[in-house]
């Protein structure tokens, strides 16, 4: 009876007062798990053509661009005409984001974010509110392959402040209470903590959990470790890093552990099954892969939003690696699959108390805290020092040091931490073309 009320009545009128078409979305997009692969590659060439008209009818980047290909929208036929554009990489993001906005929308009508920094370049990202409403309805899809109803209890495990932030505002938790939602407070992350977030489980019974893959992890060995049980969860969802801990995810929680691909520029590109297998939501999004130089173990994925509209990114360099498969899955979902072998080389932090410090959210802390960050790399080389590169103005350089003093203390909960700051013209990716922003030699040693 509760579902009910929540899923017909509670959840609508909240959607109908703050004006958002999730739902409406999502019932529309729902219907297409019943259609055939052939039928859903038409709808993604249909949905890609209307964003190319899109594109170089209101987006001034790529007005240019076309314009300096000599080609308009109609000279593309095929996805192979398509590859031809070149690839757009963050760096152009960085220097070009104005001209990358649509110019029939006020600035009423986009929504700021930034992305995780996983390449070394934190980047400003916008969407139009019909762009964020899409992205919450293809989630809601894609959950749903799995048994997450959008109106289920559901407990989220993140560290992103903009999330993290919700607790402090009253009108922002009651939202989070009308919407089933419970939110764990880590920014810290102690045993006392932990079994705290064990409390507000056992007391709130969601039947999903959601939250980053390293947080994840680390809570759920301590609810092992201390052979506590959490009864009533039907489903863990791991994000924002590589899945690690499946093992001890499925034994701390009693449920099935389901992995997700996407990004903050473009949440759930790809969504895991029942049968652990790695769907791409190709109606929404178009993902090619490139070659790498010197290896066939995996591919550069280069991804298409097709249904941002606010800023959209056309062959967009993601910064991960995978590989794509002619191997069918008898889930009977019409969405192909992709052999997730996504790379996101980052590390995370270890302190000598033997907390672990992710840091996924740490190109969102910088992004949104300093000033004119090109880019960054942090290595831990013991567990009280850490070396920091940062390429920025040497105008800014005082400010940006004292800024990334406090977020990494935030972040640790430390202050008796040394930090050695330099200022390169460029950081360069490693020798595999890779880059690692975050690098903690202490985890490397207690690795081996």
């Given at each position: 009876m509760e579902d009910f009320f929540y899923k017909n009545i509670i959840l609508p009128s909240i959607n109908i007062y703050k004006g958002h078409n999730r739902i409406k979305y999502y019932n529309q997009i729902?219907?297409?798990?019943?259609?055939?692969?052939?039928?859903?590659?038409?709808?993604?060439?249909?949905n890609l053509k209307k964003l190319l008209n899109h594109c170089y009818k209101n987006i001034p980047y790529y007005t240019e661009l076309f314009n300096s290909l000599n080609i308009i929208p109609d000279d593309i036929k095929t996805l192979k005409d398509y590859s031809q554009i070149p690839i757009l990489d963050k760096t152009v993001i960085r220097d070009q984001h104005e001209k990358l906005l649509d110019m029939s929308l006020s600035q009423n009508d986009l929504i700021f974010s930034t992305t995780g920094g996983s390449t070394g370049i934190p980047l400003k990202i916008y969407k139009s509110k019909e762009d964020q409403e899409y992205g919450f309805a293809l989630r809601y899809r894609s959950n749903s392959w799995v048994g997450w109803n959008y109106w289920?209890?559901?407990?989220?495990v993140v560290s992103d402040l903009k999330r993290l932030d919700e607790l402090n505002n009253f009108k922002r938790k009651?939202?989070?209470?009308?919407?089933?939602?419970?939110?764990?407070?880590?920014?810290?992350?102690?045993?006392?903590?932990?079994?705290?977030?064990?409390?507000?489980?056992?007391?709130?019974?969601?039947?999903?959990?959601?939250?980053?893959?390293?947080?994840?992890?680390?809570?759920?060995?301590?609810?092992?470790?201390?052979?506590?049980?959490?009864?009533?969860?039907?489903?863990?969802?791991?994000?924002?890093?590589?899945?690690?801990?499946?093992?001890v995810l499925n034994k701390a929680f009693n449920a099935p552990v389901y992995d997700q691909y996407g990004s903050s520029e473009m949440p759930c590109i790809a969504h895991e099954c029942r049968h652990g297998?790695?769907?791409?939501?190709?109606?929404?999004?178009?993902?090619?892969?490139?070659?790498?130089?010197?290896?066939?173990?995996?591919?550069?994925i280069i991804c298409t939003p097709l249904y941002i509209k606010g800023m959209p990114l056309l062959r967009y360099d993601i910064g991960d690696t995978g590989l794509p498969t002619d191997k069918t899955c008898t889930c009977g979902l019409p969405y192909p699959l992709m052999d997730f072998k996504v790379g996101r080389i980052s590390d995370h932090f270890l302190l000598s108390d033997g907390k672990v410090i992710p840091t996924s959210a740490m190109g969102w802390f910088i992004a949104r805290e300093m000033k004119e960050v090109k880019q960054y790399k942090i290595i831990q080389e013991d567990f009280d020092y850490f070396r920091i590169n940062l390429v920025c103005s040497a105008e800014s350089r005082p400010y940006n040091q004292d800024k990334m003093i406090k977020i990494l203390n935030n972040l640790t909960q430390k202050e008796d931490i040394r930090y050695e700051f330099e200022y390169p013209d460029e950081i360069l990716p490693d020798k595999n073309g890779k880059f690692r922003v975050t690098i903690s030699k202490v985890l490397e040693k207690v690795k081996k």
């Open positions: 729902k219907k297409r798990d019943y259609l055939m692969t052939e039928e859903l590659k038409n709808l993604q060439w249909s289920d209890k559901s407990a989220w009651m939202g989070l209470t009308l919407r089933r939602k419970l939110l764990l407070d880590t920014r810290k992350s102690s045993k006392s903590d932990m079994m705290k977030w064990v409390e507000d489980l056992q007391q709130f019974k969601p039947k999903q959990v959601y939250g980053y893959s390293a947080l994840l992890t680390e809570f759920a060995k301590f609810i092992v470790e201390n052979n506590i049980k959490i009864d009533g969860v039907e489903g863990v969802f791991s994000t924002a890093e590589p899945l690690n801990g499946r093992d297998n790695m769907h791409v939501n190709i109606d929404e999004v178009l993902v090619e892969y490139e070659d790498i130089e010197g290896t066939n173990d995996v591919k550069k």
